[in-house]
C-alpha cells in the first residue's frame, strides 16, 4: 500500500531511527517528500500511485517497525543501499 493511501497521524513523529538517519526536527518529512516527489521509482521502497498519480513510499510493512517514523527512516536507508547497489553493478559491464 502506498504511503500516500494510507495515512497513519504522527508518521514523521521523531524515532530513535529517524534522528539518527535524518537529524530529527523536519528533516525526515523532508526527506520522505524530497524522494517521493525527486528520485526514481526504487524497487521496495517507493511505487507509482495509479489513484494519486504520484510516487509514494511503500508502507505495507510499517507494522514490523516500532513506529512509523522508524518505517521511514529505514526506507530512506534502503533506497541509498538499493542505489549504490545499482550503481556498483552498472558499473560492472555486467549490466
Known amino acids: 500500500m502506498p504511503r500516500c ?23 525526515l518529512r523532508h526527506a520522505v517528500l524530497d524522494m517521493e516527489r525527486d528520485a526514481a521509482i526504487c524497487p521496495c521502497v517507493t511505487t507509482w500511485c495509479g489513484k494519486c498519480k504520484r510516487v509514494s513510499t511503500i508502507v505495507r510493512d510499517r507494522h514490523a517497525f516500532p513506529t512509523p517514523s522508524a518505517h521511514l527512516a529505514h526506507a530512506l536507508t534502503l533506497r541509498v543501499r538499493v542505489e549504490i547497489s545499482l550503481v556498483a553493478w552498472e558499473n560492472s559491464g555486467d549490466a
Open 5 to 27: 493511501c494510507e495515512p497513519i497521524p504522527d508518521e514523521f513523529a521523531p524515532s530513535y531511527a529517524s534522528v539518527l538517519v535524518t537529524g530529527g526536527g523536519e528533516n
